[in-house]
């Protein structure tokens, strides 16, 4: 939905679980960045209008309409859905956190909780990287991220979300085991609500029973465990595979996400366009395990064309990536990561094709900003006004290809203008201390230049002229001509009485 052509109001919105507060909306326009406002909405929301009649907000009717046209638009709106995501201890690093951000960054809201801890608590995670690496029969497990709850599990009610997703790892193997999280995935499946699995997780579905006669697939090592509880075991042939049997979503691994996430999407009624664009990564060693993987995926799972180069390295090859994170040092901590598949090959690639430029963080950064041909691609983005995205150390590539300097103008120019507008104010305090000089000796308008004395009056600048000195110059005028005729009149009178006397020649 488009909110266009709605004037400012202050609203108050009040759905079945939450009265949120009064939030004033200075511009409409602007109005999907108050993403709350647009996931609210119909049968079971309420919408009071507040409207004004002072000249701030116009007149009563005007408000009015326009409280009507928003209330008919926020009623056509669905209300935001709501996911619970069921983790544990050493659940998998990538399925817990690219479905937690990729649902959020579609709308949707998500609350991670675990039994026995609160929000703020946080549950360890691991990377699970394939044992062919290094000559294994099964996946190794190395310690991953901290991944913190935001909601605390004995104080959510089941019944107000949308659907439930289960990650996977370790965690579903005690979890299985505990009654309270089987009620749950219980109350969700007897409510025909939306449940998603990947990995171990379809572990605690069967435990609660809830696999009888189900098409699934998981992690190929539960085939047997799935199928003794009654589940139509779907044998996965890459470790891409989902399956999706009506309110039932199962996916192999995290290589699964793009269309596991997807399918929870659309099941959630969400419709997917505009989904051609083509995005090109820009990745290295060590980059941010996180960084990479999740940005990715979401958009992989929107539909589109994903592509991953490394300079020096082929399509097939792979990135070693590091897990950073924040464990009670003054800085970050680095543990090693997954091992990132490349998905195209840098020489030879034409950068120009794709659309937009995404740049994980990491220590990738540091040595890609040296290379000559990562500089032509990002100013080549920059010139061609597509986006390009950069988070935490990506921005040294930024900085390297010179593309953020002109923020350097800028600051330059607005230091100038305050450097400007204080000697501009020094000159004009002196120049009327000059002006009341003046105007003290005597001296009026005129005594300045004309042109001066219009730029003054422009700036609507008082001058100091004071009338009193003016006034006294032509006192003292004034009573020197007085002098002057007093003494003229003196001199006459006294000629007279010495012509009458016959003291002629003294007068003269």
Not at 182 to 187: E, G, S, V
Not at 418 to 429: A, E, H, M, N, R
Request: with cysteine; glycine share 8%; net charge positive.
């Amino acid at each position: 939905m488009e909110w266009r052509g709605i004037a400012s109001l202050e609203v108050l919105v009040q759905d079945r679980h939450h009265l949120r507060p009064d939030v004033s909306l200075m511009n409409l326009h602007n109005l999907p960045r108050f993403s709350w406002l647009g996931k609210l909405g119909g049968a079971e929301s309420h919408i009071k209008m507040k409207y004004f009649t002072n000249g701030k907000y116009g007149n009563t009717q005007r408000a009015k309409a326009q409280a009507s046209l928003l209330a008919s638009a926020m009623a056509n709106c669905k209300p935001q859905k709501k996911v619970l995501l069921l983790c544990g201890d050493y659940m998998d690093d990538y399925e817990v956190m690219v479905p937690f951000h990729a649902l959020q960054a579609y709308g949707i809201a998500v609350d991670a909780v675990c039994p026995g801890k609160n929000a703020g608590d946080y549950c360890r995670t691991t990377v699970d990287v394939s044992g062919a690496y290094h000559g294994y029969q099964t996946y190794t497990e190395k310690p991953g991220h901290n991944f913190s709850l935001n909601a605390t599990f004995d104080e959510v009610d089941f019944s107000k979300y949308d659907a439930l997703v289960i990650p996977g790892g370790r965690a579903p193997e005690y979890l299985a085991m505990n009654e309270s999280v089987l009620n749950c995935a219980r109350q969700f499946f007897d409510s025909g609500k939306l449940i998603a699995a990947i990995c171990h997780g379809p572990l605690i579905l069967a435990a609660a029973g809830l696999l009888k006669g189900r098409k699934c697939t998981a992690y190929r090592a539960l085939g047997p465990v799935l199928i003794d509880a009654g589940a139509l075991w779907i044998e996965p042939k890459t470790m891409m595979d989902c399956v999706s049997d009506g309110n039932l979503i199962t996916g192999v691994i995290y290589k699964a996400h793009p269309e596991y996430i997807q399918l929870v999407v659309k099941a959630l009624g969400a419709k997917i366009a505009g989904s051609d664009k083509r995005i090109l990564f820009l990745c290295g060693d060590f980059m941010e395990d996180y960084e990479v993987t999740v940005p990715l995926q979401s958009l992989q799972a929107l539909g589109c064309h994903v592509d991953a180069v490394c300079p020096k390295k082929k399509a097939g090859d792979f990135c070693p990536t590091a897990v950073h994170d924040f464990e009670g040092d003054q800085t970050y901590t680095e543990k090693p990561g997954h091992n990132f598949i490349l998905t195209a090959s840098y020489e030879g690639l034409d950068a120009s094709s794709y659309d937009a430029l995404v740049i994980p963080g990491g220590r990738s950064p540091e040595y890609l900003a040296l290379g000559e041909t990562v500089i032509a691609w990002v100013k080549k983005f920059m010139q061609s006004k597509k986006p390009v995205a950069s988070i935490c150390h990506g921005q040294k590539i930024l900085a390297a290809a010179g593309v953020l300097k002109i923020v350097e103008p800028i600051i330059i120019a607005l230091l100038i203008c305050i450097w400007s507008f204080q000697v501009f104010g020094l000159y004009i305090l002196v120049l009327q201390s000059r002006l009341r000089l003046l105007a003290q000796k005597g001296y009026d308008k005129s005594c300045i230049d004309p042109q001066l004395n219009r730029w003054l009056c422009s700036l609507n600048i008082s001058l100091p002229w004071r009338s009193r000195g003016v006034d006294m110059a032509k006192k003292k005028n004034t009573v020197a001509k007085k002098k002057r005729k007093e003494r003229k009149r003196n001199i006459g009178c006294i000629r007279n009485v010495l012509e009458q006397g016959g003291c002629k020649e003294i007068a003269r």
